[in-house]
C-alpha cells in the first residue's frame, strides 16, 4: 500500500497527458500489488474526477473542445454508465470483463504514437449524432460495469474513424471521463457512507494530473513511458484473466 500513492502520481500524469483519468492504470496497480479491484472502485472513480478533471482543463484551454461531439456521447453514455454500475456480477466474471479491458488498455497506450499519425494524416470526417449516441451508450455500460470513465476506450475510436483530430479526441475523452465516472459515483452513492477517502492519493492524482495534462497539451513526448505503462496494464490484465 505505501506504493500505491507514487504509482498513482506516475499513472495519472502519463493518463493525463493524453487526456485520460487513468482508471485502468491504478487497478493494474492495485492488482500487482494484491489489492481487490473490487476494494477499490469508488476511490478509482473519486480519483478519475480528479486527474481527467484537471487534463480536460489544460485541453480545453488549448481551443479543442467541440461540444457537437461531446454532447451526443454524453447524453447516451452516463445513464449507461450510472446503469452499468449498479449491476452486480460474480466477482469472477467482474474480474474477467476488467482483464480484457485492462488488455484492451495497454494496446491504447503501447499504439499511442501510431493513433496520433493516423489521426494526423486521416481526413476528419464526423459522424452524425445518432452514431455518436450509440457508441456512448455501449461505452458507458462498459465504463459503469468496470469502474473506470470508458475515455480509454474512446479514443482509439474517435481516432481509428477520423471522426476527431488528436486534440478534439484527448479534450473529449477526458469530459467523457468525468461525466461517466460521476454518473457512476451516483449510483453507487448509497455505498459510499462508509467510504474512507484517500487524501493522498487525491493530492498525489492531482499533482500527476495537473503536470501530466499542461505536458499533452502542450505535445510533449512520453512515448517509451506510455508504452512501459501499457506493459504494466498487460502483466495485471493476464493476472486477472
Not at 495537473?210 to 505536458?215: D, E, I, K, P, Y
Amino acid at each position: 500500500m505505501r506504493w500505491f500513492p507514487i504509482a498513482v502520481t506516475v499513472v495519472a500524469f502519463l493518463y493525463s497527458s493524453v487526456g485520460h483519468g487513468g482508471a485502468s492504470g491504478y487497478y493494474a496497480t492495485g492488482v500487482l500489488l494484491g489489492l481487490s479491484p473490487q476494494s477499490l472502485k469508488a476511490q478509482v472513480l473519486i480519483l478519475n474526477l480528479f486527474v481527467a478533471g484537471l487534463s480536460a482543463f489544460s485541453f480545453t484551454r488549448k481551443g479543442h473542445f467541440r461540444f457537437w461531439l461531446l454532447a451526443p456521447l454524453v447524453v447516451t453514455s452516463m445513464p449507461c454508465a450510472f446503469l452499468g454500475a449498479k449491476l452486480a456480477l460474480p466477482v469472477e466474471t467482474a474480474n474477467k470483463i476488467l482483464g480484457a479491458c485492462l488488455a484492451l488498455a495497454s494496446l491504447r497506450l503501447i499504439f499511442h504514437d501510431w493513433l496520433q499519425k493516423k489521426a494526423e494524416k486521416s481526413q476528419i470526417h464526423p459522424p452524425q449524432s445518432w452514431v455518436l449516441m450509440i457508441v456512448g451508450a455501449f461505452l458507458g455500460l462498459i465504463a459503469g460495469i468496470t469502474g473506470v470513465g470508458g475515455g480509454i476506450y474512446l479514443s482509439p475510436v474517435l481516432l481509428l474513424t477520423g471522426w476527431a483530430t488528436a486534440g478534439e479526441t484527448a479534450v473529449s475523452s477526458a469530459w467523457f471521463i468525468v461525466l461517466n465516472s460521476a454518473s457512476a459515483l451516483v449510483s453507487l452513492s448509497h455505498s459510499l457512507g462508509n467510504l474512507q477517502l484517500q487524501w493522498l492519493w487525491i493530492a498525489c492524482g492531482c499533482a500527476g494530473g495537473a503536470l501530466g495534462g499542461w505536458v499533452g497539451a502542450n505535445r510533449l513526448p512520453l512515448r517509451w513511458f506510455r508504452r512501459m505503462l501499457g506493459l504494466v496494464l498487460f502483466i495485471a490484465a493476464v493476472k486477472l484473466l
